[in-house]
């Protein structure tokens, strides 16, 4: 048996983490504790979570994580967002020059993650760009919102159709997943952590993983804890 702890970004992620991923894993025998938010300050020795990115507070709240159970079974990770990820993260201003590679830019990224905690214990993931382009796997998914906006999820089918992969779909102020499916569905954005996890619940992990490589290659890695620890 192993155990893991995730550290989400924001309240889609935690949710997302605790509904499709947690009973997923415990088919591998990996116990996932609740995903908890991920610092982003300290002040006046109080730990504020999710909605930020700042670098140091989450390195300082993994680092405390790692020291307060540091038994060999249990693993830590990550659900952050590549998309305006903050400028201290380690490896970010060398990772520029791979910036036509998403793909190996975001594995650099990881890599350099998981240099700067040491701990290898420590299972880094960074999203491609953001949660919303797993909702880009199936966009008829958006007919749990409304059915009969077919020309609104037509148009995520069109975006969709134009990449590999909707991990690829980019991270320009007004092209990142979650800006084009609020363009389409303007009440998306007003309960993002709602509605996420139930069109991810709608769409099913197996098509996620089918069509997002990079989420894929993370989950099966976590999937194999119990078997072969934090090897890769």
């Known amino acids: 048996m192993a155990r893991l702890y995730l550290f989400a970004e924001g309240q889609t992620e935690q949710t997302f983490a605790d509904i499709l991923i947690k009973p997923q894993l415990a088919r591998h025998d990996v116990f996932m504790n609740r995903p908890r938010l991920i610092a982003h300050a300290r002040k006046k020795g109080q730990v504020h979570r999710g909605g930020g990115r700042n670098y140091a507070p989450m390195k300082n709240d993994i680092l405390r994580s790692l020291k307060e159970d540091s038994n060999s079974d249990v693993f830590f990770t990550t659900m952050i967002d590549l998309y305006a990820i903050h400028p201290d993260f380690p490896g970010l201003a060398e990772s520029e020059r ?114 997002c490589s990079h989420f894929d290659k993370w989950l099966s890695r976590l999937e194999s804890l119990n078997e072969k620890g934090v090897s890769s």
């Open 98 to 211: 791979m910036r036509q590679d998403p793909i190996r830019r975001v594995e650099f990224l990881e890599e350099r993650f998981a240099e700067d905690i040491g701990d290898r214990r420590f299972i880094p993931y960074i999203q491609l760009h953001e949660y919303e382009a797993y909702l880009f796997s199936d966009p008829t998914c958006f007919e749990y919102l409304d059915a009969g906006r077919t020309k609104e999820i037509e148009a995520l089918r069109a975006i969709a159709s134009q990449y590999q992969t909707p991990e690829l779909i980019n991270d320009g102020q007004q092209t990142a997943p979650s800006k084009r499916i609020i363009a389409q569905f303007p009440d998306y954005g007003k309960a993002k952590s709602i509605f996420g996890p139930l069109l991810a619940e709608q769409i099913g992990l197996h098509v996620i993983r089918n069509k």
